[in-house]
């Protein structure tokens, strides 16, 4: 269980960081969820806690340094990070992990089952490691895996207390090689443009878990 105490940045400064952060990357390969702000220009933040419901799966399941321990580190290791740029605080929790038990969903989140929790009226914050970008794909259309490394943002705010009350984070292996070497392909689609290291992983989890804050 995490005990994180975070604070909001101000916009422009949480996005000069990231762009500093990401600037070895091709920019085309990278996507996040919009800042979004009240009718006055405030940007909507979370209460007093953001509690966060993890996939089970694996980020790649044939290599160690991304099965669901290590990315789920990466996770935390990210929270960590955005909490040394705190003004006001609340608590970040990881919450119960997905899917539920009781939804008899399977073991892991997957093209079949995200819908279950993401763009749902279930009270989750869903972290998703999509191994193959088959999320992805279901959600952005066909080849999207080879352009979208990973997406994060809010889902519901409440206007009147200018609150977030839902949010979601999608991780994709979709480029990251497997124990072979190779990245998915699919036909018609053009291919990886970017072979991910550790490095970069981190950096992108790192890049979309401040979209969540």
Same mark, same amino acid.
């Given at each position: 269980?995490?005990?994180?105490?975070?604070?909001?940045?101000?916009?422009?400064?949480?996005?000069?960081?990231?762009?500093?952060?990401?600037?070895?990357?091709? $920019?085309?390969?990278?996507?996040?969820?919009?800042?979004?702000?009240?009718?006055? *220009?405030?940007?909507?933040r979370w209460g007093t806690e953001l509690v966060f419901n993890a996939?089970?799966?694996?980020?790649?399941?044939?290599?160690?340094?991304?099965?669901?321990?290590?990315?789920?580190?990466?996770?935390?290791?990210?929270?960590?990070?955005?909490?040394?740029?705190?003004?006001?605080?609340?608590?970040?929790?990881?919450?119960?992990? $997905?899917?539920?038990?009781?939804?008899?969903? *399977?073991?892991? $989140?997957?093209?079949?089952?995200?819908?279950?929790?993401?763009?749902?009226?279930?009270?989750?914050?869903?972290?998703?490691?999509?191994?193959?970008?088959?999320?992805?794909?279901?959600?952005?259309?066909?080849?999207?895996?080879?352009?979208?490394?990973?997406?994060? *943002?809010?889902?519901?705010?409440?206007?009147?207390?200018?609150?977030?009350?839902?949010? +979601?984070?999608?991780?994709?292996?979709?480029?990251?090689?497997?124990?072979?070497?190779?990245?998915?392909?699919?036909?018609?689609?053009?291919?990886?443009?970017? +072979?991910?290291?550790?490095?970069?992983?981190?950096?992108?989890?790192?890049?979309?878990?401040?979209?969540?804050?």
């Amino acid at each position: 269980m995490l005990g994180l105490i975070h604070k909001i940045l101000p916009i422009r400064q949480v996005f000069s960081i990231i762009f500093t952060l990401i600037a070895f990357v091709p $920019l085309q390969a990278w996507a996040g969820g919009a800042q979004q702000t009240t009718i006055d *220009g405030v940007p909507f933040r979370w209460g007093t806690e953001l509690v966060f419901n993890a996939d089970k799966g694996n980020l790649k399941s044939d290599v160690a340094a991304f099965r669901h321990d290590a990315a789920m580190q990466m996770v935390e290791d990210a929270f960590d990070t955005w909490g040394g740029l705190v003004q006001n605080s609340f608590d970040i929790y990881e919450g119960e992990s $997905l899917p539920f038990i009781e939804d008899d969903a *399977g073991s892991d $989140l997957n093209q079949n089952n995200f819908d279950l929790y993401l763009n749902s009226n279930v009270a989750v914050n869903p972290v998703v490691f999509d191994e193959n970008g088959e999320v992805l794909e279901e959600i952005f259309g066909e080849c999207s895996k080879f352009s979208l490394l990973a997406f994060a *943002g809010f889902e519901d705010w409440n206007i009147n207390t200018g609150t977030i009350e839902k949010a +979601r984070a999608v991780f994709s292996g979709a480029c990251i090689p497997d124990s072979n070497g190779k990245t998915v392909s699919q036909d018609g689609c053009g291919g990886c443009p970017i +072979r991910l290291d550790s490095t970069q992983v981190r950096t992108m989890i790192l890049h979309e878990v401040g979209h969540l804050l």
